[in-house]
């Protein structure tokens, strides 16, 4: 009998609770034996390995977060701990992994399953949406949401107090986090790693647009680029001449109920993860492509530098 383990690896999102359940109603129905691993790679080393069964996933589908937590190893960088793991693994008879996590941990994965042959699939899974080679991550969508909604309630106040607003969202290096909430959200600035930005063209039409009547202004800023939150805040006060304070709405942007599309982007990662290990796929990463699921290679999605979305950016082209 098939048996197979899941694993939540790095920071956590929300639509990880969704995919946890259908790994198990999916496995069963494919009578497959489901396991969880706890703890990310750290419960592999540490034997944090239980069956699943359908009652550990019931009332879960709503929640962010993950059931069965996630984490950063320091020890699964090193071999020796890794034989630990595989050990753990082979007693119970399990040869298959579902990683749910980020590009970090689908490299520890690939080596993983070089040296032991133990099967995985990968699910991306990082609301930052920066791994190459897949359109979407799970999470993405609930983040998006929840910084939308800061915004939304963060306009109310500016408005009412003439003030500029600056909030900084998170993103790592890759801006999209930030482009499409700022483009969705109408906001007046938008500053992204991926784009070297202008202050003076942004202070002589913010300087306009201000003795034309405008009493607010929202700048969206990715934690990645070069100056910081609180510059471009000072920017603000003197040289556009408006009260200016700073919002980092930081790990809220993890957290949330999974949106209805984070539910059903797990469902369909999870059902095509399962399909290729029941078909023999030993070391794929599950991708979003124009619609369609595929499976790729690790070279084929850490190998290249995540571009943003040239459609986005032309959008948005007036408030970057
Ligand atoms: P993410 O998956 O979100 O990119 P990290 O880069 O922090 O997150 O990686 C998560 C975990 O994956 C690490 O804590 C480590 O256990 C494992 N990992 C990452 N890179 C390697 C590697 N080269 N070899 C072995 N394990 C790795």
Redesign the pocket.
Known sequence: MNKIAILC???DVSGMNPAIKHFVEYCLQNRAKPYFVFD??EGLIDDNIVKAHYSDVAGIINRGGTKIGSA???R??KSKYRAIAKKNLEKRGIDKLIVL????????IE?FHKETGISFAGVPS?IDNDITGTDYCLGVDTALGVINDALDSIRDTASSFKRAFVIEVMGRDCGFLALVSALTSGAEMCLIPEKSYDLDKFEIEFKKQKKDGRRYFIAVVSEGIKQSSQEISDWFEKKIGVESRVTTLGHIQRGGNPTTRDRLMAYKFITKAIDGLLAGKEDSIICYNQNEFNYKSIDEITNKTYKLDSELLRLAHNIL
Do not use: E, L, N, P
């Not at 996590?101 to 520890?108: A, L, P």
């Open positions: 690896s790095g920071g990310g790679y950063r190893s320091k699964f960088m996590g980020g590009d970090g941990s689908f490299r520890g080596k990082t």
